[in-house]
């Protein structure tokens, strides 16, 4: 059997799968990265993964109400995401898959349905690849791997995120950083298709006034 099937997503024997999901600034990518590195794992952001798509979108001046035009996007662009740099149709997008046009558009088309069946096949193909790793996102817990060795659900006070994204977007100010995270999280927790939700059986850690180390330190702890 393979190790991972990318069909459905099933973990076989030995194979370390640790899945993180959570809302925009919640620390996932620090904590998935700081984790990974302490298990020898490789890490995937699949945010970028759909940011990705919607800078195609963009690059190819994709109508954004044409859902089938989007799925087509998805099918035939060429994404290399890895821990250094984003690249797209052979394009470096690293910044501005981080820009407000993205940040803006990206919702979208991660609510289309077909766009989302094209990223988890590549997710799980990513994993088979590699015989494992951690992964971050808003479904992967719940949808991508549901049986990861481990899920997280991370959370933050809405201030604090929007303070942690503020600081890494110095082009914008909290104002309109808080505006569009609220309405970013709105519109991923209340999609038709796999909305962001915290899988029951996911350790949920609220990271607002706790360090990368000790949030990386507790879920060392619950692997056992
Ligand atoms: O993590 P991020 O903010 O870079 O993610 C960008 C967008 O991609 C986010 O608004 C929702 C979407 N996304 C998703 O729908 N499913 C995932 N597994 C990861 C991200």
Do not use: C
Not at 148 to 155: I, N, P
């Amino acid at each position: 059997m393979d190790a991972v099937s990318a069909a459905d997503g099933q973990i076989g024997e030995g194979v370390r799968v640790i899945a993180i999901d959570g809302p925009a600034g919640s620390g996932k990518s620090t904590v998935a990265r700081r984790l990974a590195e302490r298990l020898g794992l490789e890490y995937l952001d699949t945010g970028a993964m759909y940011r990705s798509v919607a800078f195609a979108v963009m690059a190819r001046e994709v109508d954004l109400a044409d859902a089938d035009a989007i799925v087509e996007v998805a099918r035939n662009s060429d994404i290399q995401v890895d821990d250094a740099s984003v690249i797209v149709d052979g394009v470096d997008a690293t910044t501005q898959i981080r820009g407000p046009e993205v940040t803006r558009s990206v919702s979208t088309v991660a609510a289309i349905s077909g766009v989302r069946d094209v990223l988890r096949v590549r997710q799980r193909a990513w994993v088979m690849e590699r015989g494992g790793g951690v992964l971050e996102g808003r479904d992967i817990g719940t949808v991508v791997f549901p049986d990861a060795e481990l899920k997280v659900y991370l959370s933050a006070s809405a201030m604090v995120r929007a303070e942690r994204r503020a600081g890494e977007v110095s082009a914008l100010d909290y104002e309109t950083v808080a505006a569009d995270l609220a309405a970013r999280d709105a519109a991923d927790s209340s999609r038709q298709h796999d909305p962001l939700i915290q899988a029951p059986d996911a350790v949920h850690i609220d990271t607002t006034d706790l360090t990368v180390d000790q949030v990386v330190d507790e879920l060392i702890a619950r692997l056992g």
